[in-house]
């Protein structure tokens, strides 16, 4: 099942070039969906490795794709929320709004076919994660669906999730969920393409874009480094692996689960 998950694409070195700026330190968290578990040991681990680093303004950023799939998103949701509030000068936590974040959105306002969508990439996890129950999912149509989602999604966790962001900047980097389109610039990108694009962007061939782009969205069984992308979503839910890149000066390391 893991190898029908996760796309195959053979890695090359990681560039040295790009770079945060001085007294800075970041780290990039991959595509969590509903694994608290790995998201509680990630988070320890960066928590951890930061402090042994010593002094510097560290942000956290979350590429995307929290919920969905895995057993715990209401958990993962609740726990960022909880991550969020010591959100300080020194610390900042930043969010990306992922595709599975839209569709969760969406079919919360009452979108029929994202409610559709929902249901087919991973969203009955979701609605068990936050207490429908298995019965009452199985027997529910549609619109019994909506009504029960509007009943069980606290508003706090809506709004958590659509104050997210659909890119972030630092020094040499962006930071998206799916990627973007080579061929526009960086400030013209389409909310689309930053949260759904897939092979235009992967399979790109002309070198390092405006910005070296870390996302998530398209899970491998390793991290991929390219020469204008750096993706991270190691399929956390089925792999057991969650990975965070770290950043800080030209320096770029991996933090994983498992």
């Not at 796309?7 to 070195?13: L, V």
């Not at 990039?28 to 790995?38: I, N, P, S």
């Not at 799939?69 to 900042?92: C, F, K, M, N």
């Not at 930071?175 to 061929?183: L, M, Q, S, T």
Request: charged residues 25%; negative net charge.
């Amino acid at each position: 099942m893991i190898a029908k998950l996760l796309r195959s694409r053979r890695a090359a070195a990681a560039p040295s070039s790009p770079a945060v700026p001085e007294g800075e330190r970041v780290y990039a968290v991959g595509d969590v969906h509903g694994r608290l578990d790995l998201l509680d040991e990630l988070v320890a681990k960066i928590d951890g490795d930061d402090g042994a680093r010593g002094p510097s303004r560290t942000t956290l950023i979350f590429l995307g794709d929290l919920v969905d799939r895995g057993p715990e998103s209401a958990g993962v949701v609740a726990r960022l929320r909880e991550l969020a509030d010591t959100s300080t000068v020194a610390r900042r936590i930043r969010f990306i709004h992922g595709n599975h974040e839209e569709i969760f959105l969406s079919a919360l306002e009452g979108d029929g076919s994202a409610l559709r969508m929902f249901c087919r990439v991973g969203g009955r996890e979701t609605a068990l994660s936050y207490g429908v129950s298995d019965p009452v999912y199985e027997r529910s149509d549609y619109a019994e669906l909506a009504e029960l989602l509007a009943q069980h999604v606290p508003a706090a966790d809506r709004e958590f999730m659509a104050g997210f962001e659909d890119m972030i900047t630092i020094g040499d980097y962006a930071f998206v969920h799916a990627g973007v389109e080579p061929n526009t610039p960086f400030d013209a990108q389409s909310r689309r393409h930053l949260r759904w694009i897939r092979d235009s962007f992967l399979d790109h061939r002309g070198g390092m874009l405006e910005k070296m782009v870390v996302h998530g969205h398209t899970p491998t069984d390793q991290v991929e480094f390219r020469p204008h992308r750096i993706g991270i979503d190691t399929g956390a839910y089925a792999s057991g692996r969650l990975t965070a890149l770290g950043l800080e000066g030209t320096e770029q390391w991996l933090l994983q689960t498992g």
